[in-house]
């Protein structure tokens, strides 16, 4: 069974967190972002917030694109 999160993050510093669920399984973690992101591409980073405080990141692997939600595995 999935873990899941409800949580915001970041693909770019500039950009304003946006809101995604983080899904792990199977030891790989999905998110799945509530809008459209523009120009995700596997090698960015993706850094994850609760609030003001960093939760942590990691580096995308793979964008899973679909018309509505965009999900990028770590």
């Known amino acids: 069974?999935?873990?899941k999160a409800a949580t915001t993050a970041q693909i770019r510093h500039r950009q304003m967190p946006q809101a995604c669920r983080?899904?792990?399984?199977?030891?790989?973690?999905?998110?799945e972002f509530a809008a459209p992101q523009w120009a995700v591409?596997?090698?960015?980073?993706?850094?994850?917030?609760?609030?003001?405080?960093?939760?942590?990141?990691?580096i995308i692997q793979r964008e899973v694109?679909?018309?509505t939600p965009m999900q990028t595995e770590l």
Do not use: D, I, N
């Open 41 to 58: 591409a596997p090698g960015q980073a993706l850094v994850l917030y609760e609030g003001e405080v960093c939760l942590g990141g990691g």
């Open 22 to 31: 983080l899904t792990y399984v199977a030891g790989t973690f999905r998110v």
């Open 65 to 67: 694109s679909c018309h």
């Open 1 to 3: 069974e999935a873990a």
